[in-house]
């Protein structure tokens, strides 16, 4: 999970996109990067850290031009740890490409052997982006076998590039001298948008609030398989690249990972976590008669909006049980379980008087490895809570994820082979209440009748681009983020059920 954004515009563009990626900052703190191009000419900063830290007032005045990308990196795959995989990507021909990536390319070892092998092309990292970046350009070379670029060419190398590689990609690209691509992977699984701004300014960018926040209105979705190119005159092409797309957009946006200001693929992520807090309202009454709770109680931040509506509708008062501190780094990025143990209560402060005497029910949005959900059940405990309840706005996490979710691996998954009881003990909450996938669905596919179906391997185990089984999953995980900080003891970077800025 990244965050992407490009822009064309009349004026310089670098203050432009960094508001941007300050916008896109909850998609990836590890590293952040900026291209711009002013004639035929780069300049790029990146480096690790988040935006605010990356660029100072002299990275800035060294970006000019009119048009440009941005990216926040979040890695999955490859070393989080070197500077040379912060994003954006360059090579330097055909034309000279720049490109930045948000998702995860499920058959990325295969194509670094075959660019070596077969299409001659060098790759130095172990990113899958730079992979990716270097499938099209090899691809846009032959269709323009040194000609002037059109359109219809880039189009067809897009085409070709949805031949050949698997998993879930949404990517921006800088064609210098000819404009920015944009193109989603055949099923829409990681989210994309396009906006204009009142001077003429074109925008994409992963979530529709990055729009919104600078300035720009939200004119639609990139479609799954779909290639929008933007000229340097802001001019917009688009073009169907995919053989037989479906929109089955990835469900973890909705339920953790967007923010809920974003509208993705026509449906709002605060609406579906509403959503979601009604269906799980239902659960909980079937579980636990509402008159043996007290007091309702989210787990900060993005379990806000569900926890309000199972209160509402159960009619169990609602309150701020947990105070964060916005100045710790969101634990869902942190490198390992070492530091994830240590940041839970620097994180979050219980509000005693809201717990004193009291059966609770916690709200969280999910839980995916139960350790951060069995310390919180204990502070409620320490702060006098008599019971303890814990309800989770998403189903089991059971599965690994392959799409771009550091998850890949069904031992750090505390779902994984067990029943909800023997989560349950293992949490140490009184009552453990999950969604059901099928309500999960339900709930948030209501939003817009137009989608076929959704991403969500980490519940129902269904990987719908059909190329993942066991030996696959192995394999990615030999190329996850698996190099280290080598003071952690665990290689595992993934917190999700934590308290989190959304």
């Known amino acids: 999970m990244c965050g992407i954004v490009g822009v064309v515009s009349s004026a310089p563009v670098n203050q432009l996109i960094y508001d941007a990626l300050l916008l896109l900052q909850h998609r990836g703190q590890d590293a952040a990067g900026i291209v711009t191009q002013r004639g035929r000419k780069f300049f790029m900063h990146k480096d690790k850290g988040m935006v605010r830290d990356v660029f100072r007032t002299r990275n800035m005045r060294a970006l000019p031009g009119n048009v440009g990308l941005g990216q926040v990196r979040y890695p999955t795959a490859g070393n989080a740890y070197s500077e040379e995989e912060a994003q954006p990507f ?116 992963s979530e529709s609030v990055t729009l919104e926040g600078t300035g720009h209105a939200l004119e639609r979705h990139v479609a799954p398989g779909e290639a929008v190119f933007i000229d340097l005159q802001g001019q917009v092409h688009s073009q169907q690249c995919a053989d037989a797309p479906t929109l089955q957009p990835c469900i973890f946006e909705y339920v953790y990972l967007a923010r809920p200001d974003s509208v993705l693929d026509g449906i709002s992520v ?96 999910s839980i995916v490895r139960g350790t951060t959900s069995q310390e919180i059940v204990q502070m409620a405990r320490d702060a006098g809570a008599r019971k303890v309840y814990l309800a989770s706005a998403a189903p089991p996490v059971r599965y690994p994820n392959v799409y771009g979710i550091d ?46 179906g959704f991403e969500a391997s980490c519940f129902d185990g269904v990987y719908i681009t059909g190329d993942i089984n066991p030996d696959d999953i192995a394999k990615i995980n030999e190329a996850r983020v698996g190099q280290e900080d080598p003071l952690e003891e665990n290689s595992s970077r993934l917190a999700l059920p934590n308290a989190q800025d959304a």
């Open 90 to 205: 360059y090579v330097n021909a055909p034309f000279g490409i720049v490109l930045v990536h948000n998702g995860n390319l499920t058959n990325a070892q295969a194509l670094r052997a075959e660019l070596f092998s077969t299409d001659h092309r060098h790759i130095n990292t172990e990113s899958d982006s730079e992979v990716l970046l270097n499938v099209f350009a090899h691809e846009l070379e032959k269709t323009t076998r040194g000609l002037p670029l059109k359109p219809e060419e880039v189009f067809e190398a897009v085409r070709n590039v949805h031949r050949r590689i698997r998993g879930s990609y949404a990517v921006i690209a800088l064609i210098a001298g000819h404009g920015v691509l944009a193109f989603r992977d055949p099923f829409g699984i990681r989210p994309l948008s396009i906006g204009r701004g009142k001077d003429g300014t074109v925008m994409v960018a």
């Open 270 to 365: 605060y609406q579906a976590r509403l959503n979601l807090g009604e269906a799980l309202a239902k659960r909980v009454i079937s579980t636990v008669p509402p008159n043996e709770i007290d007091v309702v109680i989210p787990i900060p931040e993005s379990s806000r909006p569900s926890a309000m509506q199972l209160a509402q509708l159960t009619g169990i008062p609602y309150r701020e049980g947990f105070v964060k501190n916005r100045y710790v780094g969101r634990t869902f990025i942190m490198p390992g379980q070492g530091v994830r143990k240590r940041s839970v209560r620097q994180k979050l402060n219980a509000i005693a008087s809201e717990f004193k005497g009291r059966n609770v029910l916690l709200v969280d949005d």
């Open 407 to 452: 998850m890949p691996t069904g031992r750090e998954l505390v779902a994984h082979g067990r029943t909800i009881e023997e989560v349950r003990e293992i949490i140490g909450c009184d009552a453990l209440i999950y969604q059901d996938v099928e309500g999960m669905k339900k709930a948030i596919g209501s939003l817009n009748p137009k989608l076929d």
